[in-house]
């Protein structure tokens, strides 16, 4: 007996249902794999946020949003927009906060060690926390100008070594210097 439903439907029976779903489930088992890789290549690509440092004492007891509210900082896409500077670097999953630009080292040292010990509480608190990378750096860094000053002219001197005095003055004050011990 022909029930008109399976007419309607197009279908003969149960039997064929699970063949004509295989390739559709297929399908869309592909297209989730597909969008998990985008997902997961955008997060490798996520901008990096400016904050002031005079945030990082508020992260240790503000909560995530309301620290994201408070200080939003500034979208940048790479390290080569930034400002020159030391900057506290926070990167864990998605998050990459880089508090700065600070003028001086010891100054970033200082606010380094109050977001270690931040950090370190929330460890503590949730030891799921793992694989995150925080340091003082500054930035935009010298690789990165190394690589793409590549055009700059080659010298015989080590980088670290300062230049060599200027020529003296030759004519008539140049003399004078140099008989008076001056030059």
Known sequence: MINRNEIRSG??????????????????MHMAGLLTLLFVGSLSAAPLRVIDETAIPFMSFLSKADFDGRYPGV???SSQELDSGWYVIYEHASL?????????????????????????????????????????????????ERDSGAGEPATDQPRNTPPSPPEP????????????GFG
């Not at 279908?11 to 869309?28: E, I, L």
């Not at 600070?102 to 608190?125: N, P, W």
């Open 75 to 77: 979208m940048v896409s």
């Open 11 to 28: 279908s003969k029976g149960t039997k064929d249902a699970p063949a004509r779903s295989r390739p559709r489930a297929r399908g869309q």
């Open 96 to 144: 990459n906060y880089y508090f700065g630009p600070i003028l001086l080292e010891s100054i970033g040292q200082d606010y380094l060690e109050k977001l270690r010990e931040t950090v370190e509480a929330a460890v503590a608190a949730r030891p799921s926390i793992q694989s995150y990378r925080l340091e003082l750096s500054y930035e935009p860094s010298d690789a990165a």
């Open 169 to 180: 003055k030759t004519g008539f004050w140049g003399l004078v210097k140099r008989i008076f």
